[in-house]
């Protein structure tokens, strides 16, 4: 009797979904391996195909690190905008933008370091999607100063792109180390430092606050009070004795 043949079931995923699968993987591979050390053939092991596969939907390893940061900005930008829906007044936009970038770099160090490090100095950099993306990123910040020059609260004839490259300039130096891998900051300090730094910096009229003064701080005050009280209370306490005695003797 003739044996029929098996045909093996090969599970085809639509395009979209495969070019997802490979894209998640590659993205872990390159946050575990970095660039340099990530290999086609484990991103496409990780995302069960074959290494072949991968080159019908992307041209190169560079192609498919492109695409994952271009994927990466759009999640951020997204979370930007969904966010800063919800802050109003200038120095709050402003504090929220380089919170929420310290935070991005803090959360990826690594997708940070690829962007620096592999597409920055590339010869092909302003050609790539990543630079228009983040072009895109930066164009937020320029829009807040923007709009609070326009309504008289920051001073006119500044260079938007100056002021821009200020911000994200200080950012990257300031939080450098940490990409490294050496040390830690806060978003929430830097945050509130650089803020502040900025709109002192532009503002027509800053506003001037007074430090508020921490709970060891206050204790010390009342205590430098109550001994000058005490040295105060001395003399005004023999200055009412002699006089008792004065009136006692005429």
């Known amino acids: 009797m003739k044996k029929l043949a098996v045909r093996r079931q090969v599970s085809r995923l639509p395009r979209e979904l495969r070019i997802a699968e490979l894209m ?3 993205r872990a591979v390159f946050k575990e391996k970095g660039y340099a050390d990530a290999l086609t053939s484990e991103i496409a092991e990780r995302a069960g ?3 072949g596969t991968i080159y019908r939907y992307f041209d190169n390893k560079r192609d498919l690190l492109i695409k994952v940061l271009e994927q990466w900005y759009v999640e951020i930008i997204s979370d930007y905008e969904k966010q800063l829906k919800h802050v109003s007044g200038t120095w709050n936009r402003l504090r929220f933008m380089v919170w929420h970038h310290l935070s991005v770099l803090h959360l990826e160090p690594v997708l940070c370091r690829l962007v620096l490090l592999e597409m920055r100095p590339a010869p092909d ?7 228009d993306m983040n072009r895109e990123y930066t164009l937020r910040t320029i829009e807040i ?11 006119s004839g500044l260079s938007l792109a100056l002021v821009r490259d200020m911000i994200y300039g200080a950012i990257e130096h300031h939080t450098w180390a940490y990409l490294r891998g050496e040390g830690d900051f806060s978003a929430d300090q830097v945050a509130d430092s650089l803020a502040d730094m900025v709109y002192r910096a532009l ?4 506003r001037v606050e007074a430090p508020v003064p921490d709970a060891h701080q206050l204790t010390q005050a009342i205590e430098r009070l109550e001994k000058i009280a005490d040295r105060l ?3 005004a306490a023999l200055a009412t004795k002699r ?8």
């Open 24 to 26: 998640t993987a590659a």
């Open 49 to 51: 195909v074959v290494e």
């Open 125 to 131: 950099y302003r050609q790539t999607i990543v630079f």
């Open 145 to 155: 100063i923007e709009a609070a020059v326009a309504s008289g609260e920051f001073r």
């Open 203 to 206: 503002a027509t009229h800053p």
């Open 233 to 235: 209370e001395v003399p």
């Open 243 to 250: 006089s008792g005695l004065a009136k006692a003797r005429s």
